[in-house]
């Protein structure tokens, strides 16, 4: 019974942690789209083109 719990513990956290990184994918993917937008959109338009538009 013990090797079947360990197993079962095994798979649900391979299960989390996979599902886990598959978030921080589509959490990076939005937060670069993000990015690259601001750039596109604030780097033509801000002091001939050499805006920033963050703050650090």
Known sequence: ???VLLVLL????LFGVGFA???LWWI?????????LGFLVR???AAGG???W???
């Not at 095994?10 to 956290?13: M, P, R």
């Not at 990076?28 to 690259?36: D, E, G, N, P, S």
């Open 21 to 23: 990184v598959k978030a």
């Open 43 to 45: 780097g033509t338009s």
């Open 28 to 36: 990076a993917l939005i937060v670069f789209v993000v990015w690259l």
């Open 54 to 56: 963050y703050r650090w």
């Open 50 to 52: 050499r805006g920033r």
């Open 1 to 3: 019974m013990v090797p």
């Open 10 to 13: 095994l798979a649900l956290i």
